[in-house]
């Protein structure tokens, strides 16, 4: 049986201090700004071509190389399911998902 402390410190637990939740979204967004500032950047880059490019205080390398990669609907298609699932890794993830609150009226 749950006494009242225990009942208590489960509940402190699982109260999440608000200022906690509002700087991590924040700072997600800030952090998708900037990707998405690099983004644009390195797409400049890359229209310049293949070479090596210097700042004042940064060197940048444009490269091309080819990535081979695996369809893996295309795998589980062609392959015994059998086969597909002893290839298969599964994991667990912990995810934290930011979302703006929509202003209160």
Request: no cysteine; charged share 30%.
């Amino acid at each position: 049986m749950l006494t009242e402390l225990t009942l208590k410190a489960v509940e402190d637990f699982f109260q999440v201090p608000t200022d906690t939740v509002d700087e991590l979204g924040k700072l997600d967004k800030q952090i998708k700004e900037l990707e998405a500032r690099a983004r644009q950047l390195k797409a400049q880059l890359i229209a310049r071509g293949v070479g090596k490019y210097a700042g004042l205080d940064y060197l940048a390398e444009v490269q091309h190389y080819d990535r081979a990669t695996i369809n893996p609907k295309l795998v589980r298609e062609m392959v015994d399911p059998e086969i597909v699932s002893a290839v298969t890794e599964v994991k667990g993830v912990d995810a934290v998902v930011v979302k703006a609150l929509e202003p209160q009226a």
